[in-house]
């Protein structure tokens, strides 16, 4: 069964953080998100916005569509 969208950019993040050797601690002050919305984001649980994206890429040093290449 292929996951969903939401699931998929949450692996995304989680993957990209863990390559960067983020925190989800670190990655909430450079995104001024919770750590909760952190893992929330990670596990597909939420719809984020478009400014979260924004922060999201800025956090990581990469264009927004980086952020939906799926490779996995």
């Known amino acids: 069964m292929n996951k969903n969208t939401k699931e998929r950019f949450g692996q995304k993040i989680r993957i990209l953080r863990t390559q960067k050797n983020f925190s989800r601690e670190y990655l909430a002050e450079k995104t001024n998100l919770s750590t909760y919305y952190i893992g929330q984001i990670e596990r597909g649980e939420h719809n984020i916005t478009f400014n979260v ?20």
């Open 53 to 72: 994206l924004i922060d999201l890429a800025n956090a990581f040093d990469i264009e927004i569509k980086e952020l939906f290449e799926f490779s996995f």
